[in-house]
């Protein structure tokens, strides 16, 4: 299988082009010490059932670009109907872990701004990972 082409370190100012994820594993660190874990920054179970929702009210597509997992775009293809979610979060589990494109479900309010926003799915957007990493850097440098 291809590799996916590397991209350059979303840390502002760096050039180093990375494999998978979006820093290299310089900023990596740095920014995973600064953002502390997933469950402190308000990302439990909790989110994790909104998540899906927020994937199954978007048809598992970037809202941005349209981009889908596989699976979705076979089965539609195909016309088969939905796949079934467990097969679909598998895939997307299986595209992260390996630094592929994968989809998050976006705060459009980040948490930082509106906390009570968190567990809202109207405050939601499902966002492939380069139109989320895009985002994030245009958010980082406003402020």
């Known amino acids: 299988m291809a590799s996916a082409p590397k991209r350059p370190c979303s ?3 760096c ?12 900023h990596r660190r740095k920014e995973d010490r600064q953002r502390g874990t997933s469950a402190e ?7 994790r059932k909104l998540r899906q929702l927020c994937f199954q009210r978007d048809a598992w597509r970037c809202v941005k670009c349209g981009w889908e997992p596989d699976i979705v ?16 979060l598998h895939e997307l589990r299986q595209r992260l ?7 998050h ?5 980040p948490i930082a701004v509106r906390p009570d ?22 958010e980082k440098q406003r402020g």
């Not at 180093?16 to 310089?26: H, R």
């Not at 872990?97 to 989809?103: A, K, P, Q, V, Y």
């Not at 479900?105 to 309010?109: C, E, F, G, S, Y």
């Not at 926003?117 to 245009?138: E, G, I, P, S, Y």
Request: aromatic fraction near 4%.
């Open 105 to 109: 479900a976006d705060h459009r309010i």
């Open 15 to 26: 050039r180093v082009l990375c494999d998978e994820g979006s820093y290299c594993p310089g």
């Open 73 to 88: 775009a076979d089965c539609r293809r195909f016309e088969l109907g939905d796949p079934p979610v467990e097969n679909v």
């Open 11 to 13: 840390s502002p100012g």
């Open 117 to 138: 926003l968190r567990l809202v799915l109207d405050n939601l957007q499902t966002l492939c990972d380069r139109c989320h990493n895009r985002k994030t850097k245009r």
């Open 97 to 103: 872990n390996s630094g592929e494109r994968h989809l």
């Open 41 to 47: 920054r308000g990302y439990d179970a909790d989110h």
